[in-house]
């Protein structure tokens, strides 16, 4: 549009240069057989590839867990107008082509040894060193949905104390936070969070077992160069650590090992690329140890639980435990070797233990084992947005915890709880069927406060029929959702996530053609409700910002991790106001169990656990706002266990 | 569908070749139609009829243009302006709604009103900027009698709906394959030249773009440049520049060689651009097929240079502005429109040299090459803000920060596909001038380019075109 121009230069006319051909270009013998190697190339890959594809293609990988159900919702829900069934269409197409399997056989090992170029799913470290990208980054930075996970699995372990079983987590450190001299020194892989996150479980109650101490003394390989797993050496330490944390800090002896075997690494790069075994003769050889113990008879792992009697240690694991073609590892195997023992192993290869987990409770058929060993591997506390969001999925397996009683909803003698807001939708009656149905039962905002550590928990019941539902138990940050399948008719699931909740809502989400009869929400509790002492509230007295009342709580024994203090608040007004509740020890001391911002009406359900061992004699609450009309209302409410 | 996938390449483009070698003569037309329709339906069926609507349209108020024109009765300017009008409707719809709803909004907003209108975003049909454009040259030009009417709605369809070049161009004036539409020839060497095209194209669009394009991204992922050093901005400027010449350039090419080996002579788009010692010359050698329709249908409509030097200015500046916002309902694309219409101005003030035309020649080619990387900049970023950012972060001015280390992470293929991009940019003459020559070495050498190309598609996820999203 620059090109000089004058008015009759300046008539559109298709003057482009276009693209024409010309004889010459075939007109010397070199030219015409260039021409035909040129075509002959084009054809013979275009329709190559298309028949090896059609007539021969090849299976697709299999998928494990969470990324098989994310394929088949993705498949379920393909439709043609908009373009997904099209796009499922091409990733079929791509996960069997035949073509494309032995095509990178050749060329993802060439970009390697050339360029150490690796698919971007992983970063190549030093000394042939493979990483898993996704693994090398920290999911958060507040450390909240870590947590949250500690908090979680603490109240699993505690749950099943109470059924009668251990639970020992195996929290295996990355490889990424382990080989840390082999990481690219423009990565950080934050080996601290792995600390961090051992530090955590066991603050919070988890038992663990730290494999990193016997590790750090090793001097042979932990992790294969190519793959996120283990070595032989690695296992068998991390076995070591196991069994001696089962036998409470008595270090079993080794049986005798045969480590003579050697293998080669190729495998495991063809595996970690994707490959076809066809280039393991491309990738780098290099070689690992393989051991095997010697001697039969010792304890072996077993992949079925005895059909009666008591089960044996069940290790609920991923595919350090079991790999793809359902075999056990060299970890689990030493394991056994180590306690001479069986071992049950209900490991699945994939990278979550929850589906270990669930399938040990559901093939126990109401048996568990004495001991579960847990094995999670890092990156799922360190790595994801949101570690461990399925362990729903383990408590709906569990049988309630004894001690569980009703805390009562609405007005009634004693400590209850608010009744939800109107205009509550999951109510006792048929919902769902033509529609999404989203029903919603939801305890005022600022009214009501309460801990999240499994002081309470929300049972449902129902009949569901068509399908599942979704059910979200609590609020922000981090709701637990879980799945209420057809067949089960009550939901048992902890209110537990972080800190205190303020905004209790539980909703079910019915998807079209699902229909629910459903029958109850109830809230348990293993406080003893009944057996609440009752402040006696003294008169309250101005102060120059508010107001300050004593209630007096009746002789009693020190308290226990687990009490709580209930307390009925009314003041005047409808606008939500500071309020502090101090604690008054018979030593003289005093302590603040809680301040905050309350609604003038509130109820508050303060956990005093870290008061534990002290014995409280009265609670001085003081608030801003005017002088109340009613007095306030306060509970020492024991925990039942 | 893009080209540089399995569904394309192993699938599609086998069951065309082999159903349109197989069609008779008449029915060669129908066929690419009919392929034409499942490659641009692929991703979303539903935008096909928006494609169909379109071509009834135009190719309705055509022949009505022409059969007035031949009947003396008018000249069909009213069916001129309904053709622009649904055209531009289509495309104002389309691929500016949301923008204009945007603005609008914020500027409620700081006016101090809720600014709310319940809006549901409209889907960018893919490729509605190409042929909105082909069909409104098909009606302009009818109107200017400088084309016969399409003998056949087929034929017409065929024209609007070819999928070489239907869904990022290069922009095919009725003009130019109005002949070829009635009858044109198959030859082997025009097949072979096609063959040539095709894969020099995916080369290019493999081997080069894709594998550099992680650098510009790594670079333009940084939050408001915010500690990008000065190093790492240029060079996530520059492998910028690199991907969408050889993105764009390798479909440009792709599309010429699957029209030639339909018989059809597409005009080029790129040659070699970053030769160009100045702003006025790059626009002769980027994207030439949109700057030619821009000339033809805009620049010349507005008056181009007769009317006088300021019109002519004010103009170019224009034509500049609408050219950058058919790139995208974005103010960066408006901007970096007025940027490049700044330049064109500057050097036409200039008697059409630009400021630094006393340079040797190296140097012109280097300061016109820097200048198209700021433009670039404006092109790439998320905003104005971001690019404002980024450039200043070019100059040394960016804001501290956490340090980047876009080159740090560039990977040993990334700087190889780099450094090949550069050397392949100045050293060879453009595709379509080593295509007409087709020396059997070059041709030898670009078959393990084709294939390697072919085993990297598979190797990398889908890439889709940058064009696309115009």
């Known amino acids: 549009m620059s090109r000089s121009s004058t008015s009759s230069s300046e008539r559109p006319a298709p003057r482009e240069?276009?693209?024409?051909?010309?004889?010459?270009?075939?007109?010397?013998?070199?030219?015409?057989?260039?021409?035909?190697?040129?075509?002959?190339?084009?054809?013979?890959?275009?329709?190559?590839?298309?028949?090896?594809?059609?007539?021969?293609p090849a299976t697709p990988p299999k998928l494990f867990g969470i990324e098989a159900q994310k394929r088949e919702q993705r498949r379920a829900a393909a439709h043609f107008l908009d373009g997904s069934l099209a796009r499922e269409f091409e990733e079929r197409l791509r996960e069997t082509s035949r073509m494309r399997r032995l095509g990178l056989a050749a060329w993802v090992p060439l970009l390697y040894r050339t360029l150490s170029e690796v698919p971007a799913t992983l970063i190549a470290g030093r000394d042939g060193v493979l990483f898993m990208r996704d693994r090398m980054t920290v999911a958060d930075n507040d450390g909240t949905p870590l947590q949250v996970a500690v908090n979680r699995l603490a109240v699993l372990r505690h749950w099943l104390q109470r059924l009668g079983t251990r639970l020992l987590v195996v929290p295996?450190?990355?490889?990424?936070?382990?080989?840390?001299?082999?990481?690219?020194?423009?990565?950080?892989?934050?080996?601290?969070?792995?600390?961090?996150?051992?530090?955590?479980?066991?603050?919070?109650?988890?038992?663990?077992v730290d494999v990193a101490p016997i590790w750090a003394q090793s001097p042979?390989?932990?992790?294969?160069?190519?793959?996120?797993?283990?070595?032989?050496?690695?296992?068998?330490?991390?076995?070591?650590?196991?069994?001696?944390?089962?036998?409470?800090?008595?270090?079993?002896?080794?049986?005798?090992?045969?480590?003579?075997?050697?293998?080669?690494?190729?495998?495991?790069?063809?595996?970690?690329?994707?490959?076809?075994?066809?280039?393991?003769?491309?990738?780098?050889?290099?070689?690992?140890?393989?051991?095997?113990?010697?001697?039969?008879?010792?304890?072996?792992?077993?992949?079925?639980?005895?059909?009666?009697?008591?089960?044996?240690?069940?290790?609920?694991?991923?595919s350090f435990s079991r790999n793809a073609a359902g075999t056990h590892t060299w970890f689990v195997e030493a394991l056994a070797g180590l306690l001479g023992e069986p071992v049950w192993n209900t490991a699945r290869a994939g990278i979550t233990p929850v589906d270990a987990l669930v399938d040990g409770l559901r093939r126990g058929k109401g048996r568990i084992a004495a001991t579960i060993v847990l094995e999670l591997p890092g990156h799922l506390l360190i790595s994801v947005p949101s570690p461990l969001h399925d362990i729903s999925r383990v408590f709906l397996e569990l049988p309630p915890p004894p001690g569980l009683t009703e805390l009562p909803i609405g007005a009634a003698a004693g400590f209850t709880l608010p009744a939800p807001q109107r205009g509550s939708t999951l109510v006792p009656g048929a919902h769902g069927g033509a529609e999404i149905t989203r029903l919603l039962a939801r305890v005022a905002k600022d009214q009501f406060l309460y801990p999240r550590d499994a002081t309470l928990y929300v049972e449902l019941r129902g009949k569901l029929t068509g399908g599942n539902a979704a059910v979200t138990v609590d609020s922000a940050p981090r709701p637990l959702v879980a799945d209420w399948k057809p067949g089960r008719e009550r939901l048992l699931l902890p209110v537990v996530s972080l800190g205190s909740g303020a905004m209790f809502d539980v909703h079910v989400r019915l998807p079209q053609g699902v229909t629910l009869q459903f029958e109850s929400f109830r809230v348990l509790t293993d406080l003893d409700v009944a057996g609440a002492t009752a402040a006696t509230a003294g008169r309250a007295s101005g102060t120059p910002t508010g107001f300050e009342q004593r209630l007096a709580l009746p002789r009693s024994d020190p308290l226990a991790a687990g009490d709580c203090l209930g307390v009925f608040l009314t003041r005047p007004g409808a606008e939500p106001l500071t309020a502090s509740f101090d604690l008054h020890f018979a030593d003289g001391t005093t302590a603040t169990a809680w301040s905050g911002t309350a609604g003038s009406k509130a109820t508050l359900l303060l956990p005093l656990g870290a008061f534990a061992g002290r014995t409280p004699t009265a609670v001085v609450l003081r608030s801003d706002g005017k002088l109340p009309g009613k007095p306030t209302a306060a509970w020492l409410l024991r925990r039942s266990r | 569908m893009v080209f540089s996938s399995a569904v394309f390449l192993y699938l599609f483009l086998p069951a065309f070749l082999l159903a349109y070698a197989l069609s008779p003569r008449a029915l060669k037309a129908l066929t690419i139609s009919a392929f034409s329709f499942v490659f641009y339906g692929w991703w979303r069926p539903d935008f096909v009829l928006l494609m169909l609507a379109s071509s009834v349209i135009d190719y309705w108020l055509g022949g009505r243009i022409a059969r007035q024109r031949a009947a003396g009765t008018g000249n069909g300017r009213r069916e001129l302006v309904l053709s622009m009008v649904a055209n531009l409707g289509l495309l104002g719809y389309f691929k500016y709604a949301n923008f204009g709803v945007d603005t609008a909004r914020t500027l409620l907003q700081a006016c101090g009103f809720a600014g709310d209108f319940g809006w549901t975003a409209v889907v960018l049909p893919v490729g509605i900027s190409f042929y909105t454009f082909q069909t409104m040259s098909y009606t302009i030009d009818l109107y200017r009698g400088e084309v016969r009417p399409a003998s056949s709605f087929i034929d017409f369809l065929c024209y609007v709906s070819?999928?070489?070049?239907?869904?990022?161009?290069?922009?095919?004036?009725?003009?130019?394959?109005?002949?070829?539409?009635?009858?044109?020839?198959?030859?082997?060497?025009?097949?072979?030249?096609?063959?040539?095209?095709?894969?020099?194209?995916?080369?290019?669009?493999?081997?080069?773009?894709?594998?550099?394009?992680?650098?510009?991204?790594?670079?333009?992922?940084?939050?408001?440049?915010?500690?990008?050093?000065?190093?790492?901005?240029?060079?996530?400027?520059?492998?910028y520049a690199f991907q969408i010449y050889f993105d764009f350039s390798g479909y440009s090419d792709m599309a010429i060689g699957l029209g030639l080996m339909m018989g059809f002579k597409f005009p080029f788009n790129f040659d070699s651009p970053y030769h160009s010692q100045s702003i006025t010359e790059f626009w002769r050698r980027w994207h030439m097929s949109l700057s030619n329709w821009l000339r033809d249908y805009?620049?010349?409509?507005?008056?181009?240079?007769?009317?006088?030097?300021?019109?002519?200015?004010?103009?170019?500046?224009?034509?500049?502005?609408?050219?950058?916002?058919?790139?995208?309902?974005?103010?960066?694309?408006?901007?970096?429109?007025?940027?490049?219409?700044?330049?064109?101005?500057?050097?036409?003030?200039?008697?059409?040299?630009?400021?630094?035309?006393?340079?040797?020649?190296?140097?012109?080619?280097?300061?016109?090459?820097?200048?198209?990387?700021?433009?670039?900049?404006?092109?790439?970023?998320?905003?104005?803000?971001?690019?404002?950012?980024?450039?200043?972060?070019?100059?040394?001015?960016?804001?501290?920060?956490?340090?980047?280390?876009?080159?740090?992470?560039?990977?040993?293929?990334?700087?190889?596909?780099?450094?090949?991009?550069?050397?392949?940019?100045?050293?060879?003459?453009?595709?379509?001038?080593?295509?007409?020559?087709?020396?059997?070495?070059?041709?030898?050498?670009?078959?393990?380019?084709?294939?390697?190309?072919?085993?990297?598609?598979?190797?990398?996820?889908?890439?889709?075109?940058?064009?696309?999203?115009?």
């Open chain 1, 220 to 318: 042979e390989p932990l992790f294969a160069r190519a793959d996120s797993h283990w070595t032989p050496t690695g296992a068998g330490l991390a076995a070591l650590a196991t069994a001696t944390a089962i036998r409470n800090g008595v270090a079993p002896t080794w049986p005798r090992i045969d480590s003579a075997h050697a293998d080669s690494d190729a495998w495991q790069y063809a595996s970690t690329f994707g490959l076809e075994e066809l280039a393991t003769n491309l990738l780098p050889a290099g070689g690992h140890v393989v051991m095997r113990f010697l001697d039969p008879g010792i304890g072996k792992p077993v992949a079925e639980p005895p059909v009666d009697g008591p089960l044996p240690i069940q290790l609920a694991g991923t």
């Open chain 1, 172 to 208: 295996l450190p990355r490889k990424e936070a382990t080989l840390t001299s082999a990481v690219p020194p423009t990565y950080d892989a934050h080996p601290e969070r792995d600390v961090q996150a051992r530090a955590a479980l066991r603050a919070a109650g988890v038992e663990i």
């Open chain 1, 17 to 56: 240069a276009v693209a024409a051909p010309s004889a010459a270009i075939v007109a010397t013998r070199a030219q015409r057989i260039a021409s035909l190697i040129a075509v002959g190339t084009l054809l013979l890959a275009l329709f190559g590839s298309a028949a090896v594809d059609l007539l021969s």
């Open chain 2, 162 to 239: 070819m999928f070489p070049q239907l869904v990022a161009g290069p922009i095919v004036r009725y003009a130019v394959v109005e002949h070829e539409l009635r009858t044109r020839e198959h030859t082997w060497y025009g097949f072979y030249q096609g063959v040539l095209f095709l894969q020099t194209g995916i080369a290019k669009k493999v081997l080069l773009a894709d594998t550099i394009s992680g650098i510009a991204d790594r670079a333009f992922a940084v939050p408001d440049a915010q500690g990008l050093g000065l190093l790492d901005a240029w060079l996530g400027i520059t492998a």
């Open chain 2, 298 to 470: 805009l620049y010349i409509a507005l008056g181009g240079n007769r009317k006088g030097p300021v019109r002519t200015y004010v103009n170019l500046a224009l034509t500049m502005l609408l050219g950058g916002l058919w790139h995208g309902a974005a103010w960066n694309f408006v901007a970096w429109g007025g940027y490049q219409g700044f330049w064109l101005v500057i050097e036409r003030l200039a008697g059409k040299r630009p400021w630094y035309g006393v340079a040797p020649t190296a140097v012109r080619v280097a300061i016109t090459f820097v200048l198209a990387l700021f433009g670039w900049v404006l092109f790439r970023a998320t905003g104005l803000g971001h690019a404002i950012q980024y450039a200043g972060a070019m100059l040394g001015l960016g804001p501290a920060g956490a340090p980047t280390n876009v080159a740090a992470l560039t990977t040993p293929l990334a700087w190889t596909g780099l450094l090949a991009a550069a050397a392949i940019t100045w050293t060879l003459p453009s595709s379509q001038r080593l295509a007409a020559r087709a020396h059997p070495l070059w041709v030898l050498l670009l078959q393990p380019c084709f294939l390697a190309a072919l085993l990297h598609l598979h190797y990398q996820d889908n890439v889709p075109f940058l064009y696309f999203q115009f």
